[in-house]
C-alpha cells in the first residue's frame, strides 16, 4: 500500500491528545459518611472495574478515529504498477478539443467547457511533481511547453475555440513527438477529450506502445445540425448590370427532416429574407438567386440560416469583384491602323493598341484579353510571356498573317498541339455559330433568327490534336472560329485573317464587339469568392498596375483585427500567406500601402465538422488498435476518482474516512449507553 500524500502520516502524533486528556483526566470524589460502609465494598470494586473497562474502549475507539482520519487525509491506495513504477513522478499530455464542432450542447452546456473542467480533474488527480503537456487543435507554441499543475490549470482556463481541426493520427504523432523531446524517464500518459467526429477519421497510424493512452468522448445529446455547405456563383466573371446566378447548397446532417429553415442574405448591410425551406433527413438542397450587380468594382455579400444550437456554419461570407471595362491589348508588328473604329460602339471595352517593338512583357498580365494580329515572328521571349499569361487566367486571340506563316509561329501554335494548314483564296461563308458556348450565350435575344454572319476570301483550315470548341463554323463544317482551353485561361484561334480584305467580321459589329467583350470575361480560373480558414493559408490576389508599383506592405483588415500577411508578387498577382492569421469567419479588405482598398477576400469556418456523427468505440478502438483505453463520459462521475483509479489503482481514502466515522459514532454510543452506577 502506498500514499499520494504520505506527509500527512505525520499526523499520526495527534493520537496523544486522546491518551493524556485519557492519563491526566482524574475524577475527584467527595466523600461521604455512612454509619455503616462494609455493604458498600463490593458494589465499590465493581463499579471501578466497569469504568476502567468503558474509559479504556473510549480511549481506543478515539485513538482509531484519529488515526484513520489521518490515513484518509494520506489517501492510501494499492498501486497496479508496483512501488517503484508508482513512486515516480509522470509525465502527462492532454488534448482538449477547441474545434467549432465543440459549441453543441450536453445538457444546456456546450461541450468545450465539459472539456475544460475534465482537464481540470485529470490534472488535479494526479500529484505536484508531475509534469503536464496541455494542447489543443492549434499547435503553437504553448503546445509545446512542459507544465507543472498551476500552469496547466491556467493554461486550461485560457482555451477558446479555434477553426482548426486535428486529425487522430495528427494528435498522437505531436503527442510523441512531445514525449521523445521531454527530459528524464518519466512513465508518459495519454489523454485525449474530444467529441471524436466521424472526421477525425485518420489512415492507419502506430500508437506508441510505452504511452498509456486515454480516450474520454464527450458528445452532444443534440446530434442534429443544418449548415451551409457552400456557395458560388454561375459564371466565375461577374459584369455590371448583367444577371448572375447565385447558388447555395444546404445541407441536413441530422436523421430527420427539417422543416421551414429560413434562409436570408445581407448585401450593403441590409438583410434581405429569400424564404423558407424544407430539408429531407441527410439531404442536400441547392437553392438558387438571381442577382444583378448596379455598381463595379469588389463588393461582398452573406448568406444566412436559422438553425441551432450549432452555428459556426450558419453564415457564408463571398466576396467578389464586379467588372465595369475589359482591357484589351491588341499587339501588332507596325504602327498602323488597329481596331478601334470597330470597338467605338463599346463603352466596356478599353483597347490598347501598340507595335511588337513597343510591347512590355512587364505588364501583359493588367489586360482581360491579348490580341495577336498577324505578327510576323514570335520571339521565344513572346512566346515563354504568352504561355505563362495563359496558364495563369489570361486569354489570347490569335489572328494569321496571311498567305505564309512564319517558322516561329507555327512553333507557337505546335506547342499548343494546333496547325494551321493550307492557305486557301477561295471565298467561304460562316454558316453556324454556336449559341451554346460561352463567347455567344446570351448575346442574341433569339439564336433562331436570321442575323448577318462574316465571310472570308482567304483562309486556313485549322487542324487541332487536343480538345476544342467550335464557337463558329463555315458552311462546309470546318471551324472558322475555335476556343482551346490553355491552364487557367482560354486561347482563340481564328482561321483568316482580320483586315477587311479578307475578312468581313470587323464589319458586323453586332457579332463582333460582344465576341471580343465575352473573350475578354471568359477565364476558366476559378475565381475564388470565399476561402477556408486553417486551409487556405496561401492565396492570390489580381492587382491594377497602380497597386503594384506601390512600395510599401499590403495588410488585411476587418472591423475587428488587422494584420500583414506575407507577400510577393508572382507574374501581375499578390500572393499572400496568412498562416494562421485569420480566426473569425467574415470578410477582409486587402490594404494597400497608401491605406485604400484595392481587393477584398472572404474566410469561413471549415465544413468538415459540420456533420455530428461521432466515432463509435468500437471504431476508436480499431484506430488505435487496442492500445487505448476508453473512459465513458458520466456528468455524475467523479473523472479526478477514475483517473486515479486508473493510474493508482485501488484508492482507500474513503474507506478510511468511513472508519473514521464509525469509530466515531462507537464512542458515542459508548458514552450514552454504557451507564456506570
Not at 145 to 168: G, H, M, Q, T, W
Not at 623 to 632: D, R
Not at 644 to 661: I, Y
Request: charged fraction near 20%; aromatic fraction near 12%.
Amino acid at each position: 500500500m502506498q500514499f499520494l500524500h504520505p506527509l500527512f502520516l505525520f499526523a499520526t502524533a495527534a493520537v496523544l491528545v486522546p491518551v493524556i486528556i485519557h492519563l491526566f483526566y482524574f475524577r475527584r470524589y467527595k466523600k461521604v459518611y455512612f454509619t455503616n460502609v462494609s455493604f458498600l465494598k463490593e458494589l465499590k470494586e465493581e463499579t471501578s472495574v466497569r469504568s476502567r473497562l468503558r474509559n479504556l474502549l473510549v480511549l481506543l475507539l478515539r485513538c482509531l478515529a484519529v488515526i484513520a482520519m489521518v490515513m484518509a487525509f494520506a489517501q492510501p491506495f494499492i498501486s497496479k504498477k508496483g512501488g517503484a513504477a508508482a513512486e515516480q513522478p509522470k509525465f502527462v499530455s492532454i488534448f482538449v478539443d477547441n474545434s467549432l464542432s465543440m459549441t453543441a450542447l450536453n445538457e444546456e452546456v456546450d461541450l468545450l467547457e465539459r472539456s475544460k473542467e475534465t482537464a481540470r480533474s485529470i490534472v488535479r488527480a494526479f500529484r505536484k511533481d508531475d509534469q503536464f503537456n496541455i494542447f489543443t487543435n492549434q499547435l503553437d507554441y504553448r503546445s509545446r511547453s512542459l507544465l507543472d499543475r498551476e500552469a496547466a490549470l491556467s493554461l486550461i482556463d485560457d482555451i477558446e475555440y479555434e477553426p482548426l481541426v486535428l486529425k487522430l493520427n495528427e494528435i498522437i504523432n505531436f503527442q510523441n513527438e512531445i514525449f521523445t523531446k521531454s527530459k528524464g524517464a518519466r512513465e508518459q500518459i495519454s489523454y485525449l477529450i474530444s467529441d471524436f467526429q466521424e472526421g477525425m477519421y485518420s489512415e492507419s497510424f502506430e500508437p506508441d506502445s510505452l504511452t498509456s493512452t486515454y480516450l474520454i468522448p464527450i458528445r452532444s445529446s443534440i446530434p442534429a445540425n443544418v449548415g451551409i455547405d457552400s456557395v458560388w456563383f454561375e459564371r466565375p466573371v461577374l459584369i455590371q448590370n448583367q444577371n448572375s446566378k447565385l447558388f447555395v447548397a444546404l445541407t441536413n446532417h441530422s436523421d430527420s427532416p427539417v422543416e421551414n429553415t429560413r434562409l436570408s442574405f445581407t448585401e450593403f448591410g441590409e438583410n434581405k429574407p429569400l424564404g423558407q425551406i424544407d430539408i429531407p433527413a441527410k439531404g442536400t438542397i441547392v437553392d438558387t438567386i438571381s442577382m444583378s450587380f448596379e455598381t463595379s468594382g469588389y463588393q461582398n455579400l452573406s448568406i444566412q440560416i436559422s438553425d441551432y444550437p450549432v452555428q459556426f456554419d450558419d453564415t457564408f461570407y463571398v466576396s467578389f469583384n464586379v467588372e465595369r471595362t475589359f482591357k484589351v491589348l491588341h499587339v501588332i508588328d507596325k504602327n498602323k491602323l488597329g481596331l478601334e473604329r470597330s470597338f467605338k460602339s463599346s463603352s466596356q471595352l478599353e483597347l490598347n493598341s501598340v507595335g511588337l517593338s513597343q510591347l512590355d512583357y512587364a505588364k501583359i498580365n493588367e489586360y482581360d484579353l491579348i490580341v495577336v494580329d498577324e505578327l510576323i515572328e514570335m520571339s521565344s521571349g513572346l512566346q515563354s510571356t504568352l504561355d505563362a499569361y495563359l496558364e495563369e487566367g489570361g486569354n489570347l486571340f490569335f489572328i494569321p498573317k496571311p498567305d505564309l506563316l512564319s517558322q516561329s509561329t507555327i512553333s507557337f501554335l505546335a506547342a499548343y498541339q494546333i496547325r494551321l494548314n493550307g492557305w486557301d483564296t477561295s471565298k467561304r461563308e460562316v454558316g453556324r455559330v454556336n449559341t451554346e458556348s460561352y463567347i455567344f450565350s446570351d448575346v442574341f435575344e433569339n439564336a433562331s433568327a436570321n442575323f448577318y454572319l462574316p465571310g472570308t476570301s482567304g483562309s486556313y483550315t485549322i487542324i487541332a490534336e487536343r480538345a476544342n470548341e467550335s464557337v463558329m463554323r463555315y458552311r462546309n463544317g470546318m471551324d472558322y472560329l475555335s476556343a482551346f482551353e490553355v491552364g487557367q485561361g482560354n486561347l482563340f484561334v481564328l482561321s483568316a485573317p482580320l483586315r477587311t480584305d479578307f475578312n468581313s467580321l470587323t464589319d458586323n459589329p453586332s457579332i463582333f464587339v460582344p465576341m471580343v467583350y465575352k473573350m475578354a470575361s471568359s477565364s476558366n480560373e476559378h475565381r475564388e469568392t470565399a476561402y477556408t480558414i486553417g486551409t487556405d493559408d496561401l492565396i492570390k490576389i489580381r492587382l491594377d498596375a497602380e497597386a503594384i508599383d506601390l512600395d510599401g506592405v499590403f495588410a488585411l483588415a476587418n472591423d475587428n483585427t488587422e494584420f500583414i500577411p506575407a507577400q510577393q508578387f508572382s507574374s501581375g498577382q499578390l500572393e499572400l500567406n496568412v498562416y494562421g492569421q485569420v480566426k473569425q469567419a467574415g470578410t477582409y479588405k486587402l490594404m494597400d500601402p497608401l491605406e485604400r482598398k484595392v481587393a477584398e477576400v472572404a474566410y469561413n469556418y471549415d465544413r468538415s465538422e459540420s456533420n455530428l456523427d461521432y466515432l463509435t468505440d468500437t471504431e476508436l478502438e480499431a484506430q488505435f488498435k487496442g492500445k487505448a483505453s476508453i473512459i465513458t463520459y458520466n456528468l455524475k462521475a467523479d473523472i479526478t476518482d477514475l483517473v486515479q483509479k486508473n493510474e493508482n489503482g485501488l484508492r482507500l481514502w474513503t474507506l478510511f474516512l468511513v472508519l473514521t466515522l464509525l469509530f466515531l459514532l462507537g464512542e458515542s454510543l459508548v458514552l450514552r449507553f454504557w451507564k456506570i452506577n
